[in-house]
């Protein structure tokens, strides 16, 4: 198992639950440690957001209610550290074990059955199987015409930079910053930004910005089935 985000640990502890004897190596939450700004909140409701596990106790009103911390409701917003602490609450009770390797190539075994695993490190091992659960920030994106006002790349220190590449956006308070975009990410980047004192403009290309409604909870249920308050 590549990966160990949500995607990963989900996966890897069905597997396990299996029987299977599975390696999962990553940083367990690692992309919602190092590629979210801190005071982010996840734009999902909390019904979409639960890790699967094939037995009962690992969804986030189970986490939360351990922990003695107040359950959320559809219109609470999730912070993106309880996801974090969730995430990893979950891998050491139903994942066990994660490598923090970095999978460096996969390829066919020599004798043409099953796949060699290459490490970082220079190990290599054997596998019948590989899944690759590495998340979206490799597919961050800046266009051409903004990386060219960067010639040593996007970065925090750089006139450009990505949103994932940022932790702490109060280093931009009293500056002027434009923030391309108008999802998740971009918004949410830009309400931190001013509330860290900077003075902030979004750009987009659509002339209304699409947004998900407020979720109503007295909804009956069958409508929640037919259509669910979140995509997820």
Known sequence: MVGAGPYGLSIAAHLRAAGLDVRVFGEVMGSW?????????????????DLSVPEPGGRLADFL????EPQLTELTPI??????RYGQW???RYVGEVEPAR???????????GLTVRLD?????????????TGLNGLAHVPGELRRLAPDGPGVDAPV?????????????????????????????????????????????????LWGTTPE???????????????L
């Open 65 to 68: 209610r351990v922990h003695g």
């Open 103 to 113: 999978v460096t190539a996969v390829e066919r075994a020599a004798a043409g059955r």
């Open 121 to 133: 490190d220079g190990q290599e091992f054997a596998a019948r199987d590989v899944v690759v659960a």
């Open 161 to 209: 930079s990505h949103t994932s590449q940022h932790i702490d956006l109060s280093r931009y308070a009293g500056r002027r910053v434009a923030v391309v975009g108008g999802g998740q990410s971009a918004l949410e980047s830009a309400a931190l930004l001013h509330e860290a004192g900077a003075e902030t403009q979004v750009l987009v290309r659509e002339r209304d910005l």
């Open 217 to 231: 909870p007295a909804r009956p249920w069958p409508h929640r089935v037919v259509r669910p308050p979140s995509p």
């Open 90 to 92: 979950f891998q050491k």
């Open 33 to 49: 440690w190092h590629a979210m700004a801190t005071g982010m909140f996840l734009k999902s409701t909390p019904n979409a957001v």
């Open 79 to 84: 912070p993106c550290d309880v996801f974090v």
